[in-house]
T-cell receptor, first 109, second 114 residues
Framework: GQNIDQPTEMTATEGAIVQINCTYQ??????LFWYQQHAGEAPTFLSY??LDGLEEKGRFSSFLSRSKGYSYLLLKELQMKDSASYLC??????????WGAGTKLIIKP | DVKVTQSSRYLVKRTGEKVFLECVQD?????MFWYRQDPGLGLRLIYF???????EKGDIPEGYSVSREKKERFSLILESASTNQTSMYLC?????????????FGPGTRLTVL
């Protein structure tokens, strides 16, 4: 079966750095997405990776290793507004998105 | 900016009622999707549509149907609501069928079935 694993919850301190991991086992691979979802709101797009390596976008970076079935989202200079759930999703061989359950990130002052 | 709107933020219905959830997008997107989101589970795809009057079953279509009569509107129908359909329902749209297509989500409808 298809499976995406990410930690259920993480806690970090304002101003620090946090890395949210995502491992996947899917039938084929056509890219990996990260979305941010604040409580009670819709998910919003953060990043897309299809090739190995690191993609940087401001305070957020996303890394992919296709051979390891692994990705991470790196958040730097954490702000209180970064408290949210972060969803990892993989586009499989049929171009269907397979979603992880999300990682709830709690930022403490 | 893409805007996806859903007809209700909160809805309370009784078991056995017919429920309509409406979704409208204003960016001429080809693809539209209906998901449900439950605590501890990832987003689960109910139905999707790549074109007007076209629909495809997702992972959990049982108990649901959909309608897409116009490109901008995608409706989810619960023919006879049951308590296990209490959930957050999210509608999304994307431009085309390319691998890099970002999905844009509506604000969600939290449905409670009593």
């Amino acid at each position: 079966g298809q499976n995406i694993d990410q930690p259920t919850e993480m806690t970090a301190t304002e101003g620090a750095i946090v890395q949210i991991n995502c491992t996947y086992q899917t039938s084929g691979f056509n890219g990996l997405f990260w979305y941010q979802q604040h409580a009670g709101e819709a998910p919003t797009f953060l990043s897309y990776n299809v090739l190995d390596g690191l993609e940087e976008k401001g305070r957020f970076s996303s890394f992919l290793s296709r051979s390891k079935g692994y990705s991470y989202l790196l958040l730097k200079e954490l702000q209180m507004k970064d408290s949210a759930s972060y969803l990892c999703a993989v586009l499989d061989s049929n171009y269907q998105l397979i979603w992880g359950a999300g990682t709830k990130l709690i930022i403490k002052p | 900016d893409v805007k996806v709107t859903q007809s209700s933020r909160y809805l309370v219905k009784r078991t056995g009622e017919k429920v309509f959830l409406e979704c409208v997008q204003d960016m001429d997107h080809e693809n539209m999707f209906w998901y449900r989101q439950d605590p501890g589970l990832g987003l689960r795809l109910i139905y999707f549509s790549y074109d007007v009057k076209m629909k495809e079953k997702g992972d959990i279509p049982e108990g649901y149907s959909v309608s897409r009569e116009k490109k901008e509107r995608f409706s989810l129908i619960l023919e006879s609501a049951s308590t296990n359909q209490t959930s957050m329902y999210l509608c999304a749209s994307s431009l085309g069928r390319g691998a890099t297509d970002t999905q844009y989500f509506g604000p969600g409808t939290r449905l409670t079935v009593l």
